[in-house]
T-cell receptor, first 112, second 117 residues
Framework: DAKTTQPTSMDCAEGRAANLPCNHS???????VYWYRQIHSQGPQYIIH???NNETNEMASLIITEDRKSSTLILPHATLRDTAVYYC?????????????FGKGMKLTVNP | GAGVSQTPSNKVTEKGKYVELRCDPI?????LYWYRQSLGQGPEFLIY????????DSGLPNDRFFAVRPEGSVSTLKIQRTERGDSAVYLC???????????????FGEGSRLTVL
């Protein structure tokens, strides 16, 4: 599975949109982009995933560039409860490894 | 229960002792994963079960670590002759379907915090 690169940390003001970047320049055609987050002392929580089209659900939006080498997770109205470590993961869904490989992630701090 | 359940939530043991950590996945989830997480790091893959069999155990660090899932539901992670370096949070996750059609969404438990003195 391709490797991802994320900033170590980011701050965001409560009520503002939080845009979390991720680089995955070696992504291949059959690899999906997944986002998870981990709030302190809890297990990781699935947020969203996508292949090449932009995706939106009740938690967030995922914008994937046309060349698929990077993506942005958008939390439209960040709240204090969105403070967490966010993991961007690339994984193939066509055979091969079934596991998700987590990096160190990015710490998002939402400030009042 | 509604989510993945892990017991114990906290375990303190002495170096050299044997430890078992239990995971109750979401009912009907065929895939089960074990990860461990050290402070400041992301979760590190240990082993993945598809049904009763270990489909990928490439993340187990050495032969002191072993996991079973005899009936394709509950899984137990077993650690022999524990060492201080084994101290971590051990996370279990389950997924409804395995293979190419799966969504990739893993549901994680709260973890079992192991401290080896």
């Amino acid at each position: 599975d391709a490797k991802t690169t994320q900033p170590t940390s980011m701050d965001c003001a409560e009520g503002r949109a939080a845009n979390l970047p991720c680089n995955h320049s070696t992504i291949s055609g059959n690899e999906y982009v997944y986002w998870y987050r981990q709030i302190h002392s809890q297990g990781p929580q699935y947020i969203i995933h996508g292949l090449k089209n932009n995706e939106t659900n009740e938690m967030a939006s995922l914008i994937i560039t046309e060349d698929r080498k990077s993506s942005t997770l958008i939390l439209p109205h960040a709240t204090l409860r969105d403070t967490a470590v966010y993991y961007c993961i690339v994984r193939s869904r066509q055979g091969g490894s079934e596991k998700l490989v987590f990096g160190k992630g990015m710490k998002l701090t939402v400030n009042p | 229960g509604a989510g993945v359940s892990q017991t114990p939530s906290n375990k303190v043991t002495e170096k050299g002792k044997y430890v078992e950590l239990r995971c109750d996945p979401i009912s009907g989830h065929t895939a089960l994963y074990w990860y461990r997480q050290s402070l400041g790091q992301g979760p590190e893959f240990l082993i993945y079960f598809q049904g009763t069999g270990a489909a990928d155990d490439s993340g187990l660090p050495n032969d002191r670590f072993f996991a079973v899932r005899p009936e394709g539901s509950v899984s137990t992670l077993k650690i022999q002759r524990t060492e201080r370096g084994d101290s971590a949070v051990y996370l279990c996750a389950s997924r409804k379907l395995a293979g190419a059609l799966s969504t990739g969404e893993l549901f994680f438990g709260e973890g079992s915090r192991l401290t080896v003195l």
